[in-house]
Nanobody, 121 residues
Framework: QVQLVESGGGLVQAGGSLTLSCTASGSIFRINDMGWYRQAPGKQRDLVARISSSTSTSYADSVKGRFTISRDNAKNMMYLQMNSLKPDDTAVYYC???????????????WGQGTQVTVSS
């Protein structure tokens, strides 16, 4: 089995910073692309940032210049450094990854359970 677990969410004032972490565990052969998504109440789940296995990155326009995605392949971890946070950033943040499990030839898409980020004005 493969599991993704997020941590680092919380309550922060506007203009503040938070760093989210995502840890992948289980029978992992290789982690391909990884990403952070977020879902605010009553809205769809949207892409925040993605990072490939070669560490190329892409960001939603709304977070460019404020958020930084990174990963540590040796630790099977991914991070999201969030600076200059705004109330509009309030959402549940989800970790997502394409993972090839040990002993298999195919990759599958996995989601974490989410971590709440609340930005007060």
């Amino acid at each position: 089995q493969v599991q993704l677990v997020e941590s680092g969410g919380g309550l922060v004032q506007a203009g503040g910073s938070l760093t989210l972490s995502c840890t992948a565990s289980g029978s992992i052969f290789r982690i391909n692309d990884m990403g952070w998504y977020r879902q605010a109440p009553g809205k769809q789940r949207d892409l925040v940032a993605r990072i490939s296995s070669s560490t190329s990155t892409s960001y939603a326009d709304s977070v460019k210049g404020r958020f930084t995605i990174s990963r540590d392949n040796a630790k099977n971890m991914m991070y999201l450094q969030m600076n200059s946070l705004k109330p509009d950033d309030t959402a549940v943040y989800y970790c997502n990854a394409d993972i090839r499990r040990s002993g298999t030839a195919d990759s599958y898409n996995y989601w974490g359970q989410g971590t709440q980020v609340t930005v007060s004005s």
